[in-house]
């Protein structure tokens, strides 16, 4: 079965600071992963997915992620916070040639100072 | 833009009544998903479904049943309502493949008295 491990469920940086929020999984082979953002009162929004084409995944709103499989990990960046990206943010993996849901993490609320 | 809507974004029920949460889609998406969201253990899956009248148990699915007599339409059914699933739902939707993007609804949050 796999999993997946979001270290910290609050993490605070100022405006304009880097954002970094990690991400790592538990699967013998390497799964497709997806990180989501949840604004207040919304449902969750797709930020990027790893699917092997590329690593280094670009995503909407200034994020990326960098695939390590000798880390096992999928740590989710964005240069400078901005105060709009207040949210709560979710860590998912899927096991290649599963048929199921998807697997999330516990959550991450990103918290930005002025 | 893949629109997945949800019945209601408010519910409040009591103790043992039946609940109905509806879901639908816009974008003739196979899978559909039933999650359940609550502070500090993510969303967990409840109950999905890859075609019309298939249905598969998720990590969760006690207590609840589900429906998809259209390809549209999944719904998730609490037979008799508890406390313990007072909680926010959140449906979703996908074409068929792993590596596909799964599209949420804003969510029904529902409260059991």
């Known amino acids: 079965a796999q999993s997946v491990t979001q270290l910290g469920s609050h993490v605070s940086v100022s405006e304009g600071a880097l954002v970094l929020l990690r991400c790592n999984y538990s699967s013998s082979v390497p799964p497709y992963l997806f990180w989501y953002v949840q604004y207040p009162n919304q449902g969750l929004q797709l930020l990027l997915k790893y699917t092997s084409a590329a690593t280094l995944v670009k995503g909407i709103n200034g994020f990326e992620a960098e695939f390590k499989k000798s880390e096992t990990s999928f740590h989710l960046t964005k240069p400078s916070a901005h105060m709009s990206d207040a949210a709560e943010y979710f860590c998912a993996v899927r096991a290649r040639g599963g048929a199921d849901g998807l697997t999330f993490g516990k959550g991450t609320h990103l918290i930005i100072q002025p | 833009d893949v629109k997945v809507t949800q019945s209601s974004r408010y519910l409040v029920k009591r103790t043992g009544e039946k609940v109905f949460l509806e879901c639908v889609q816009d974008m003739d998406h196979e899978n559909m998903f039933w999650y359940r969201q609550d502070p500090g253990l993510g969303l967990r899956l409840i109950y999905f479904s890859y075609d019309v009248k298939m249905k598969e148990k998720g990590d969760i699915p006690e207590g609840y049943s589900v429906s998809r007599e259209k390809k549209e339409r999944f719904s998730l059914i609490l037979e008799s309502a508890s406390t313990n699933q007072t909680s926010m739902y959140l449906c979703?939707?996908?074409?068929?493949?792993?590596?596909?993007?799964?599209?949420f609804g804003p969510g029904t949050r529902l409260l059991v008295l």
């Open positions: 979703a939707s996908s074409l068929v493949g792993p590596q596909e993007t799964q599209y």
